[in-house]
């Protein structure tokens, strides 16, 4: 894979606080662990490297097709690899785009530091107009729950549909355990082994071990990726009240970043046009536990978005031409 853009590598990205890898070895395991999980993928028909005011995003088309794509943003330190249980099924019905976050582990590359939610709903209503998107189908899975909420915010005539699974600090505030177990998780003299456990608490016991590419490539984001983000606002309820967007919230009832019964009672309590489902046998790695029935929801969700849309067109333009029948 031949890259257009240079990551940023050393120390002399801390002074500008844009994330970066530590140093070039770091960068070397790193890369050594995407290139292997991206392998894993179906093969991308495009890649991009995006300039926007923020830097430059690391964007895959997968599959053809003219439908209303879906987007899909990854959770923290995980980057488009994070999708290989679901990519295959997702590409089979629609034309799919997937991000590497910008200021995350990936190969998207930071030039321009985040002050907060705003920023980072910047980047990607500007990669829509770089890409010449004109509406999309948002799928976010724990912080890319969050940050699609928030491009919902800023440009919801662009949005068909918002799927968020399990979304972080969304509907349910983290947990403190969480909160704590991250940041140690990126020390770099963090052990191994006890960042392999974190790996699979979160994920509700599932593999973590140097067997699982996706596992290695996480593991080596935290190790090896230093980001400087801001915290994740938590939105009022005005802000969740006032998303004019069809929402698909799947809350996973055994995760541990949120308490899963709150969020969802949030989420129904306040989202306009909602869709709130609480899967009490998932955990917060839902996407990977249950990919076929993931893909089900999402997909099945946007195309019932598109027809009611085609629908509202329909009578749209059949009142259009009632008006155009009138006699002055």
Same mark, same amino acid.
């Given at each position: 894979?031949?890259?257009?853009?240079?990551?940023?590598? #050393?120390?002399?990205? *801390?002074?500008? *606080?844009?994330?970066?890898?530590?140093?070039?070895?770091?960068?070397? !395991?790193?890369?050594?662990? @995407?290139?292997?999980?991206?392998?894993? /993928?179906?093969?991308?028909? =495009?890649?991009?490297?995006v300039v926007t005011g923020?830097?430059?995003? $690391?964007? @895959?088309?997968?599959?053809?097709?003219?439908?209303?794509?879906?987007? /899909?943003?990854?959770?923290?330190?995980?980057?488009?690899?994070?999708?290989?249980?679901?990519?295959?099924? /997702?590409?089979?019905?629609?034309?799919? @785009?997937?991000?590497?976050?910008?200021?995350? %582990?990936? &190969?998207?590359? =930071?030039?321009?530091?985040?002050?907060?939610?705003?920023? =980072?709903?910047?980047?990607?209503?500007?990669? &829509?107009?770089?890409?010449?998107?004109?509406?999309?189908?948002?799928?976010?899975?724990?912080?890319?729950?969050?940050?699609?909420?928030?491009?919902?915010? !800023?440009?919801?005539?662009?949005?068909?549909?918002?799927?968020v699974l399990d979304p972080?600090?969304?509907?349910?505030?983290?947990?403190?355990?969480?909160?704590?177990?991250?940041?140690?998780?990126?020390?770099?003299?963090?052990?191994? +082994?006890?960042? *392999?456990?974190?790996?699979?608490?979160?994920? #509700?016991?599932?593999?973590? +071990?140097?067997?699982? %590419?996706?596992?290695?490539?996480?593991?080596?984001?935290? *190790?090896?990726?230093?980001?400087?983000?801001?915290?994740?606002? @938590?939105?009022?309820?005005? =802000?969740?009240?006032? &998303?004019?967007?069809?929402?698909?919230?799947?809350?996973?009832?055994?995760?541990?970043?949120?308490? %899963?019964?709150?969020?969802?009672?949030?989420?129904?309590?306040?989202?306009?046009?909602?869709?709130?489902?609480?899967?009490?046998?998932?955990?917060?790695?839902?996407?990977?536990?249950?990919?076929? $029935?993931?893909?089900? !929801?999402? &997909?099945?969700?946007?195309?019932?978005?598109?027809?009611?849309?085609?629908?509202?067109?329909?009578?749209?333009?059949?009142?259009?031409?009632d008006t155009a029948g009138?006699?002055?």
């Amino acid at each position: 894979m031949n890259d257009l853009v240079e990551p940023n590598i #050393g120390a002399a990205f *801390r002074a500008r *606080r844009l994330g970066h890898f530590r140093d070039a070895p770091a960068f070397a !395991r790193y890369r050594g662990a @995407y290139d292997d999980a991206m392998a894993r /993928l179906p093969e991308p028909v =495009q890649t991009h490297d995006v300039v926007t005011g923020f830097g430059s995003v $690391r964007v @895959y088309r997968f599959g053809g097709g003219d439908g209303v794509p879906l987007l /899909l943003l990854p959770g923290r330190t995980s980057a488009t690899p994070m999708w290989e249980a679901n990519l295959a099924g /997702l590409v089979a019905r629609r034309p799919v @785009y997937a991000v590497d976050l910008l200021g995350e %582990p990936g &190969l998207s590359v =930071q030039t321009r530091a985040f002050t907060g939610a705003e920023d =980072q709903a910047a980047w990607p209503a500007e990669l &829509l107009d770089r890409l010449g998107l004109a509406r999309v189908h948002l799928v976010g899975v724990s912080i890319g729950g969050w940050s699609a909420f928030h491009l919902a915010l !800023r440009v919801p005539e662009r949005i068909a549909s918002v799927s968020v699974l399990d979304p972080a600090n969304l509907f349910g505030r983290i947990t403190w355990k969480v909160v704590v177990f991250s940041l140690g998780s990126v020390v770099p003299f963090f052990p191994e +082994s006890w960042r *392999r456990k974190l790996l699979s608490w979160i994920s #509700g016991g599932a593999d973590a +071990s140097a067997d699982e %590419p996706v596992a290695n490539l996480i593991s080596a984001g935290m *190790r090896d990726f230093t980001a400087f983000l801001p915290p994740p606002t @938590y939105p009022t309820d005005d =802000q969740v009240a006032g &998303l004019d967007v069809p929402v698909l919230a799947l809350i996973a009832g055994r995760s541990i970043i949120h308490n %899963p019964r709150k969020a969802a009672l949030r989420a129904r309590r306040l989202l306009a046009r909602g869709v709130v489902e609480l899967w009490p046998d998932a955990s917060h790695a839902l996407n990977g536990e249950f990919p076929d $029935r993931v893909n089900t !929801r999402v &997909l099945a969700f946007a195309d019932e978005v598109d027809r009611a849309g085609d629908r509202a067109d329909d009578r749209a333009d059949d009142r259009a031409d009632d008006t155009a029948g009138d006699t002055p």
